[in-house]
């Protein structure tokens, strides 16, 4: 399998301290990959520079054939478009339905709005959601507005899905639910690479673990 | 109710532009108007010992000559012990000025004029030109000064604006950036409201041109001006059109790349 991410002695510095000192680590494409540590260790920090949010301090990071060391706006934009991001705080749009919410990735990609519609209703039933299409975010609970932001990550089959804390605040059984989207999300080739604090104790697939501690990125197996 | 508010914003602040930059292009027209009037109606009459011509006084305006014919039979008459054929008629000219000049430059003409040999007199109509011409100018200056400030407050109202539009739109425009969505597509939902909103602001504005424009007051005013005021729809509303537009798109251009 191809290396989907390499990162080469990558320091990672977020509000002028370094929180990622040189570390070397590859994701390979399909796997799925839990980024360990404990809180302020730094996971949210490599999520973002595997997004592009945070650029490198120094070392070299690569996402496919995109150098993240010196990336220009478009092919960030680009980058962004094969990646699936879901975030801690869901980061769905309050003034959308979730439909539209889930639409998002197609109509940036420049679907016809009744087949991003169609394929939004399909991932949402999915996810289990079709019957609250309408609502607004701030109408569904935590673990909904998860697997809303699931539906909208895998929708454009992205690359490689990077979820920071994804279930970190939700109950047990929400957090049941929007593991098991990732499994099957990852069944369908899709790298996974998910931000926690915790490996669910209850997780039956093969994964990797990258532990972070004290700013050095070490393969657990 | 806050979307309604934000829309109230930038359409008012439209409209005091739109209807100043109006209010601003009508002063300067119906004040050149004037001007020109009545540089149309106002002459100095030089007294000439010989003919002159238009390089004699500078090329300052029009020269006409003054036919004292049916002046010098009525003098005959009057004094008919006095032997005319003795005496030599200088010229008279009326000088049709170019420009409305200001009371220094007048005294300036005259006394330019004066230095020529041939020249024996120069008649102005100094004190009422002077007045007019004061008048004119506290007029300019007081109506530009009023729409200047009119403009500013508007574009006060529009610098408000984007900050509201920043903390409205920022957490959209940033989720939609994470998706990889181009520059077009994040702003879509601002260029939407900045087209509406100038299209509205037009609307109202010609609307109140229109009642400005149709009303007595400013209808007697055209007239006692005795002034032909009118109006290129086309012209002068394509402009207003254009400023619009350009100040909506400019504001949420400005707000999707400023986005933090």
Request: hydrophobic share 45%.
């Amino acid at each position: 399998m191809g290396k989907i991410v390499i990162a080469e002695n990558l320091s990672l510095k977020y509000e002028n301290s370094e929180i990622i000192t040189p570390s070397s680590f590859t994701i390979n494409s399909g796997d799925f990959v839990f980024l360990t540590g404990v809180s302020g260790s730094g996971k949210t920090t490599i999520i973002k520079s595997l997004y592009g949010e945070i650029k490198p301090n120094s070392g070299k990071l690569m996402i496919g054939e995109f150098n993240l060391n010196n990336i220009s706006k478009s092919k960030l934009a680009l980058l962004r478009k094969h990646l699936g991001i879901v975030f801690q705080d869901f980061k769905l749009i309050p003034e959308w339905n979730i439909l539209k919410n889930v639409m998002l990735p197609l109509l940036i990609a420049g679907v016809n709005k009744t087949d991003a519609e169609n394929l939004a209703m399909e991932y949402l039933s999915r996810v289990k959601l079709s019957h609250k299409a309408d609502k607004f975010p701030e109408e569904l609970s935590g673990g909904e507005q998860q697997r809303a932001a699931i539906a909208r990550a895998t929708i454009h089959n992205p690359v490689m899905i990077l979820a920071d804390e994804p279930i970190s605040g939700l109950d047990e059984y929400s957090a049941s639910l929007v593991m098991d989207l990732f499994i099957k999300a990852n069944r369908l080739g899709i790298t996974i690479v998910i931000a926690s604090h915790s490996i669910p104790s209850n997780f039956s697939i093969n994964f990797r673990q990258l532990h972070i501690e004290k700013g050095k990125v070490y393969e657990l197996s | 109710m806050s979307s309604l508010k934000s829309h109230l914003t930038l359409i008012l602040a439209l409209i005091s532009i739109l209807f100043s930059i109006f209010l601003f292009k009508t002063f300067s027209q119906i004040l050149e108007k004037y001007k020109q009037n009545i540089i149309d109606n106002y002459s100095i009459v030089i007294v000439s010992t010989s003919t002159l011509s238009k390089p004699d006084i500078d090329n300052l305006g029009e020269l006409e000559e003054i036919d004292i014919k049916n002046e010098i039979a009525k003098l005959k008459k009057k004094y008919k012990n006095i032997d005319f054929s003795n005496i030599t008629m200088p010229h008279f000219y009326k000088l049709k000025l170019n420009s409305l000049p200001s009371p220094n430059e007048l005294i300036n003409i005259k006394n330019e004029l004066l230095n020529k040999p041939f020249i024996k007199k120069v008649m102005t109509k100094s004190s009422s030109q002077t007045k007019i011409y004061n008048l004119l100018m506290l007029l300019e200056i007081i109506s530009k000064t009023f729409m200047y400030l009119i403009a500013v407050l508007g574009f006060l109202l529009i610098v408000k604006q984007l900050e509201v539009w920043k903390l409205l739109h920022n957490e959209r425009m940033y989720i939609m950036e994470l998706f990889g969505a181009p520059f077009w597509f994040r702003g879509a939902a601002l260029f939407k409201i900045a087209f509406i909103d100038s299209l509205i602001s037009l609307i109202i504005t010609f609307g109140l041109i229109y009642i400005t424009i149709n009303s007595a007051i400013f209808e007697k005013v055209i007239n006692d001006l005795g002034i032909n005021f009118e109006i290129n729809y086309l012209n002068d509303f394509g402009i207003l059109f254009l400023i619009s537009f350009l100040i909506s798109f400019l504001s949420s251009i400005i707000v999707v790349i400023g986005k933090k």
